[in-house]
């Protein structure tokens, strides 16, 4: 392992040298984000899904056009509705009169990135059909089964829950999700540049291909090179686990957890932290890797109680306890 550590390490400065560039590019249109940029690399080096949540007007979608325009990549954009049917987004089987046959007319899914803009304003129904997708990469219409393209990454936007005309996202799905990143309002100093760089009609919000998907699945296959030790997996694991079993480690926390992250979420957070290596140039995960990424990879997958519920007591709060009283090798 030590002998392959320099040849990695230096593949990996070689392979990243467009995440700087991207960055830059990323810049021109968006004010602060650091975080969240980090976190759309990290879904896009893992083959991985991302949804963000915000109340409206915090550039969420801005993010995600500026992501998708800094790639040579095919790009759709679903606004989703509470009329928007399933087919809509997968397409259908077409008859024809002429022969007498049904034909597959393919949706706007077959894309590389995906935007689903306030994904949690369709019913049930419509999220359902992006299971199939999201999971397997691959759609079925009719008795037919069609490979989308890779990359294939699913970026979604949604108001918070509370909000009028949205429904809860099922928990199938919101599984499916490498990471659920919450996005707050900038800073002063931060908004007063944003009204400097936005204030206008006329304020210029594309950017320019940086990147095309060669090249991004070549750094994807760099990033599974990336090491993590034994100490740091039973770290992944130890928490995984303490979330299915909160209350057996921390008193307080006990009859707060409905049902705690399943094994997608183990090797989503082992993936996530390989991709955050990646990003800081380094060929092993650190500790902290798993620190820095716990909260996104695990709120939506850590389902708390009424109880919970009733004392104000979200995913998030369980997530930290766990973290402040697990020992970090």
Known sequence: MSEATPDLTERIA???AWVPRVRAELHR????????????FVALLTNGHILLEGVPGLAKTLTIRALAGSMEASFKRFQFTPDLLPADLLGTLIYNPGDGAF???L??????LILADEINRSPAKVQ????????ERQVTIGDTTYKLPDPFMVMATQNPIDQEGTYQLPEAQLDRFLLKVRVDYPTRDEERRILDLMGTSSANTSTNPIIDAAQVIAS???VNEIIIADPVKDYIVDIIHASRTAGDLLPELKNLVRCGASPRGTISLAQATRALAFLKG????TPQDVKDLALDVLRH????TYEAEAEGISSTHIIEKILGKIPVP
């Open 103 to 105: 034909r597959p007319k």
């Open 29 to 40: 249109v968006l004010v602060g984000q650091e975080d969240l940029i980090d976190r759309m």
């Open 107 to 112: 949706g706007p899914i077959f894309a590389n």
């Open 301 to 304: 997958r850590i389902l708390v």
């Open 128 to 135: 359902s059909a992006l299971l199939e997708a999201m999971q």
């Open 282 to 285: 380094r060929p092993f995960v």
């Open 220 to 222: 994807r296959n760099l």
């Open 14 to 16: 070689t392979s990243s």
